[in-house]
């Protein structure tokens, strides 16, 4: 804690990156490929491997309960993505 009672931020070991460890799963969605795995975070990062830019994809969590939710946080991602430069652009 700090002086004033509240509790203050210290520095620690996060736990393991989105590229440590096997994917656990791969799933299709409207015919766009990924991979799952956990995020070390409680979550789940999700690998775009079929998409135009290596190593691009994103992180949810906590991790969804099922499939059909995973299918819809993929299907959220892809919507936001500019299709001419395959990022999801800044306003």
Not at 24 to 30: G, H, P
Not at 52 to 73: C, I, K, V, W
Request: proline share 8%.
């Amino acid at each position: 804690m700090s002086g004033d009672g509240e509790w203050a931020a210290r520095p620690g070991v996060a736990p393991s990156s989105v590229t440590d460890g096997e994917a656990e799963s791969r799933l299709e969605v409207d015919g766009e490929d990924f991979e799952l795995r956990p995020d070390g975070f409680g979550g789940t990062h999700y690998d775009w491997i079929s998409g135009p830019n290596a190593g691009y994809g994103f992180s949810t969590s906590p991790s969804p309960g099922s499939l059909e939710q995973h299918r819809a946080n993929i299907r959220t991602f892809l919507s936001m993505v500019d299709p001419a430069t395959g990022y999801i652009e800044d306003d």
